[in-house]
């Protein structure tokens, strides 16, 4: 299982940073990413990181905004949002793949946690 955490409510240009706890399985043998969903919209994957964290990925939207790390000794992956804008506003999701991408394909969703940038 994947468990996503730190999601909140936050004023534009202000930070969160999101947490993504793997049990159950290693999770340093995965990819591991952060997908989001806003209302009316299509899940988009946003940022990933490759299993030995090497190799990061991000949407253009987000680059050079936020920033994704991994722990693997401690089995967690976060994603760190800076100068967050409202359009950042859904519902975000880890993921873990047995692929070098999340985008390749998914073998673990965590729940979702709700990001709201207010203007």
């Known amino acids: 299982q994947l468990q996503a955490s730190g999601g909140g409510l936050v004023q534009a240009g202000g930070s969160l940073r999101l947490s993504c706890a793997a049990s159950?399985?290693?999770?340093?043998?995965?990819?591991t990413g952060w997908f989001r969903q806003a209302p009316g919209k299509e899940r988009e994957s946003v940022a990933c990181?490759?299993?030995?964290?090497?190799?990061?990925f991000f949407a253009a939207s987000v680059q050079g905004r936020f920033t994704i790390s991994r722990d693997n000794a401690k089995r967690t992956v976060s994603l760190q949002m800076n100068s967050l804008k409202p359009e950042d506003t859904a519902v975000y999701y880890c993921?873990?793949?047995?692929?070098?991408?999340?985008?390749?394909?998914?073998?673990?969703w965590g729940k979702g946690t709700q990001v709201t940038v207010s203007s």
């Open positions: 993921a873990a793949s047995k692929y070098t991408s999340v985008v390749s394909g998914v073998q673990y």
């Open positions: 159950g399985f290693r999770l340093d043998y995965y990819a």
């Open positions: 990181i490759s299993s030995s964290g090497a190799n990061t």
